[in-house]
């Protein structure tokens, strides 16, 4: 169950009061992310994030937010992606109106000192190393990066050393100012809630929220006509890769419901083939996994596994055969009902929490998806049958839009074309 409204300046706010928790969760999205960013700014979305938590007019320090939410007990964090960006805290019911009094001062009223955004630059350089020094968090870039190469969907979200040193706190003010307005902003609230109550102090908190103009950002369709290849050169003890399709697809369309059920049954769990296949019975990696990947305009269905060095040539030949077979083969009716009941399964554990609850919600909303209960799809996913999963992984695994991303040392650069045959 959910309530929606909408306000005079365009905020929205959903409501979804749940039985049997005494925790509240508090989940403010923004319609911003790194995709919106001209080359410049890259970085900046995730920037702000940061500083949102720096002090406000009236909690003018780090230290006086974190003190206050700690002080309750309070989980609390932000987010920043491709396409959105997001703040929540959860926390015991009996908080609630102090969760939503932080965020919207945070939102509303952050002080982007000088000093604090000198300070957070060596912070946000540091991130950026440390997602340097991990291959298995740079993997999604790199593939993005291999898939979208003219856009901003192929930049990392954290930006480069170079822009991030590059902000003034003008280009913080103009962000903010462009977006973090009304039309932008989602708030939901999921938990322990009195859903009049909280949607009278929403309106409260944020009446004086400038409405502004809807976030836009470049769309894309994909163009691909041959196979391509990114290597990032990094000395490694692995070799790490993505390899998956482009495809013209996106949060609404209706193969994607489809493509997630067979993703369980090729490489969305440990009983799925990929990992079978090529961690249990060849031994050749310790991570492998595949997802489906979808965004406002377009979407990938991809592998990532990281392998002995040695055996790229064999893995990148075993993830190809599996793919060739599920093409042409599709799912069994067993891996079809294994595959829905496992989804079922996720859902409904992950919905016992509040904080999924309100994410849930938030992804709906901010992906431009109609807004329905987790009940209302399941309801949805009981009627995908075979033939549906099937036509969906034929529109998909397209030969002509494969990439594959490497991160690790390769002996011979020359010969990886050999190793994408389909």
């Not at 365009?10 to 049997?20: E, K, R």
């Not at 004086?208 to 976030?215: V, Y």
């Amino acid at each position: 169950m959910f309530y929606s409204y909408k306000y005079n300046n365009g905020l929205t706010a959903i409501i979804s009061p749940q039985l049997g928790t005494k925790a509240a969760t508090v989940l403010i999205a923004v319609k911003v992310g790194s995709r919106f960013e001209p080359n410049k700014y890259n970085g900046i979305a995730h920037f702000t994030e940061h500083l949102m938590f720096k002090g406000t007019k009236r909690r003018p320090s780090t230290l006086l937010i974190s003190r206050e939410l700690d002080s309750i007990g309070a989980d609390y964090n932000a987010f920043t992606g491709k396409e959105y960006t997001g703040y929540y805290i959860k926390a015991d019911a009996r908080h609630l109106s102090l969760s939503l009094d932080i965020l919207a001062d945070m939102l509303n009223n952050s002080l982007f000192s000088e000093q604090e955004i000198a300070r957070e630059k060596g912070v946000i350089v540091e991130e950026i190393n440390m997602y340097e020094d991990a291959p298995m968090m740079m993997l999604e870039d790199e593939f993005d990066a291999c898939a979208y190469p003219a856009s901003q969907l192929g930049r990392n979200i954290a930006g480069t050393k170079e822009t991030v040193n590059s902000f003034t706190r003008k280009d913080f003010i103009n962000f903010i100012e462009r977006y973090y307005t009304a039309s932008n902003m989602l708030v939901v609230i999921a938990g322990k809630v009195d859903q009049l109550a909280a949607q009278e102090y929403i309106e409260k908190l944020f009446r004086h929220t400038k409405k502004g103009t809807e976030s836009k950002f470049k769309k894309i369709k994909i163009q691909q006509k041959k196979a391509k290849i990114l290597v990032k050169d990094k000395q490694t003890e692995q070799i790490h890769l993505a390899l998956g399709f482009t495809a013209n697809i996106n949060h609404r369309s209706p193969v994607v419901l489809p493509l997630k059920i067979a993703n369980i049954a090729f490489g969305g769990n440990m009983s799925s083939r990929l990992f079978i296949n090529i961690r249990e019975r060849q031994g050749l990696c310790y991570y492998v996994r595949s997802r489906v990947n979808t965004y406002h305009d377009t979407g990938s269905f991809v592998v990532y596994a990281g392998l002995d060095k040695n055996r790229l040539e064999q893995a990148v030949g075993l993830i190809i055969k599996e793919y060739k077979k599920i093409k042409a083969q599709g799912i069994t009716k067993s891996e079809f009902n294994k595959a829905k009941d496992f989804i079922r399964g996720k859902t409904v554990l992950a919905l016992e929490d509040s904080s999924q609850v309100a994410q849930w919600y938030a992804d709906r909303w901010l992906s431009g998806q109609k807004i329905e209960t987790p009940e209302q799809y399941l309801d949805r996913l009981e009627k995908i049958n075979l033939t549906d999963i099937n036509q969906a992984l034929k529109q998909v695994i397209n030969k002509q839009k494969l990439n594959l991303a490497i991160i690790g040392q390769i002996a011979d650069k020359r010969n990886l074309n050999k190793y994408i045959s389909f």
